[in-house]
């Protein structure tokens, strides 16, 4: 079964297998953005799971840009704690442990962000604008000082004992407002062609690979596209993915969407696409005649046969796993010994309508599973979305209330 061949990345580094837990933001940090015990605990459970690679969720290059109020920073200055333990326990049963970093650019809720900065100063469509403040276009020194601190939190990841780091280019987030021509406006070196729209990745690249040296694992977690009108195309991104792959990535995971178009998370299918569980498993078949860098895929996979498939056909060479793996942490292994599992991820609903399609259920209920592992409980599928819902609205309104008085 090719799922539990090795694969060796152009680095040189080998994964031993072809299942990766992708990243999931854990929200978990402890005052000052610090780690803690529950990393650990978290993190061993997922690597007794059997994945060959798990990748962190996104840990932040900048102690004043977070997506969400309990992100890991990594930053100068910021003296972590417990991240070796978590990098220990993530790396047992010879499993990588890779860093995902990101900078949230205006996808940094009103909360946290009074005002958020951007490629260019384009607010999020409403109903999001509720949420999300309009940014302000980033200075040429700012964008560069950014560059800068994802090569400075990659020194820090791999000092720490992360086996490799994951560039988050996809979702939204500033690397892809960069790449997208709908949120990046700009006349200058940074916008305009496609040529420019990438440069900010590539420096990205560039700044990481110069400090963490040849035979580190870099990846990228890239958009197949935006789903946008106007946005990043699958074209650019086929494009980008050349680029990258010429620079020396390590492994490009094939994503999709953003906050304003969801496709990440999936969406209700056609009847005659239902059969090709994995979202952007189109795209990446495309993308494998373009590129020799490893590919993987995530998003939809609930099937050791939907897995199967798209590896048998070498559509990708990993098997990216989100929710799967929060709902059953051993879901890889019992695959690897021949049992005959089947994800049990399912469309979430707290039985009203439009808070269904209003808010972020999917990232409520599943953070709230990775926080009862992190607290070394079992996670709980039977757990009511309602009651996760109402959690969240109650903390982040504890949260909102903080920052307001501090
Ligand atoms: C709670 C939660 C948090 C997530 N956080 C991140 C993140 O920090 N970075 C990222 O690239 N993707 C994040 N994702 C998206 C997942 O990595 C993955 O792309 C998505 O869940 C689709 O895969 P699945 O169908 O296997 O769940 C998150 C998903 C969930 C459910």
Redesign the pocket.
């Known amino acids: 079964m090719k799922l539990s061949t090795p694969l060796t990345l152009p680095c040189g580094v080998t994964l031993k297998n072809r299942f990766a837990k992708?990243?999931?933001?854990e929200n978990m940090a402890s005052s000052g953005h610090l780690g803690n015990p529950k990393f650990a605990t978290l993190y061993r459970r997922w690597s007794n799971g059997g994945a060959g690679l798990l990748i962190t969720?996104?840990i932040m290059v900048d102690s004043s840009a977070l997506g969400e109020p309990h992100n890991i920073v990594f930053e100068k200055g910021l003296e972590q704690q417990g991240i070796k333990s978590w990098t220990g326990a993530g790396r047992e049963n010879e499993t990588h442990l890779w860093a995902?970093l990101n900078h949230p650019g205006k996808q940094s809720p009103k909360f946290l962000s009074p005002t958020p900065v951007a490629p260019s100063a384009v607010a999020l469509k409403a109903p999001l604008d509720k949420i999300f403040n309009k940014p302000r276009e980033l200075r040429e020194d700012e964008i560069l000082a950014i560059i800068a601190r994802f090569g400075i939190a990659a020194a820090i990841a791999k000092d720490h004992g992360f086996t490799g780091v994951q560039i988050?280019g996809?979702?939204g987030y500033l690397v892809s407002q960069f790449l997208s021509p709908h949120h990046n406006r700009r006349e200058d070196r940074w916008g305009g062609s496609l040529e420019n729209r990438m440069r900010f990745a590539c420096e990205v690249y560039k700044s990481i690979r110069e400090n963490v040296g040849a035979d580190f694992p870099v990846g990228i977690?890239l958009n197949s596209a935006d789903f946008q009108k106007g946005g990043f195309s699958e074209e650019d991104s086929m494009e980008v993915v050349k680029e990258l792959s010429a620079l020396g990535m390590d492994l490009i995971e094939i994503?999709g969407g953003n906050y304003e178009s969801q496709e990440?998370?999936?969406k209700p299918k056609k009847e005659s696409t239902k059969k090709r569980e994995a979202y952007f498993l189109e795209y990446c078949e495309k993308v494998r005649k373009v590129t020799d860098t490893p590919l993987m895929l995530?998003?939809?996979?609930r099937t050791l046969d939907g897995m199967n498939e798209a590896l048998a056909t070498d559509s990708c060479d990993v098997i990216?796993?989100?929710?799967?793996l929060v709902i059953n942490p051993e879901f890889p292994k019992q695959l690897l010994a021949g049992e005959s599992v089947k994800s049990e991820?399912q469309q979430l609903t707290t039985g009203f309508k439009s808070l269904d399609k209003n808010f972020p259920l999917?990232?409520t209920w599943?953070?709230q599973q990775i926080h009862r592992m992190g607290q070394g409980k079992d996670p709980d599928p039977k757990q009511s979305v309602l009651a996760s819902v109402l959690h969240t609205l109650f903390s982040m309104g504890i949260q909102g209330l903080k920052r307001v008085r501090s």
């Open positions: 992708s990243a999931m933001s969720g996104n995902q988050h996809a979702h977690k994503s990440m998370m999936g995530t998003g939809g996979f990216g796993l989100g929710r799967s991820v999917e990232i599943y953070t």
